[in-house]
């Protein structure tokens, strides 16, 4: 089951300009930059209340976040939500008739194991399964 909204994906262009922008927005500094190669990105990310905010710029020219950006421009890629268990609820969603773009869970930035549902079956919004990697 979905336990909270785990992070909001801002897809960018430049992050080092982004990351200024949201500095002065937030009033502090991003916590973490990491690079994530499966999926040609480098993340950011900042802390807002309970929630974090994650920056994505591609580093590659074919990654999803390129091609996002190249079809739709900056702005709000995916909606993340947190979950205890990543093969249940995506299995639950499949049951329920979600279409999956990850069946199997990978690893993804923040130290989680993430999958996504396809924007087809959630009214058009990319949505992020997130479970921390437990050691």
Known sequence: MMKKIEHIGIAVKDIES???L???????????TESVESE?????FFGCGPNKIEL??????????AKFIEKKGEGIHHIAFAVDDIEAEINRL???GFKMIHETPK?????KLIAFL????TNGVLIELCQDIRD
Request: no cysteine.
């Open 40 to 44: 040609g990105v480098l993340t950011s």
């Open 56 to 65: 994505l710029q591609a580093t590659k020219p074919d990654s999803p976040i």
């Open 18 to 20: 982004s990351n200024q």
């Open 94 to 96: 499949k049951y329920d």
């Open 107 to 111: 690893k993804g930035a923040d130290n």
């Open 118 to 121: 396809h924007p087809k079956s």
């Open 22 to 32: 949201f500095k002065a927005l937030f009033g502090e500094e991003h916590y973490k």
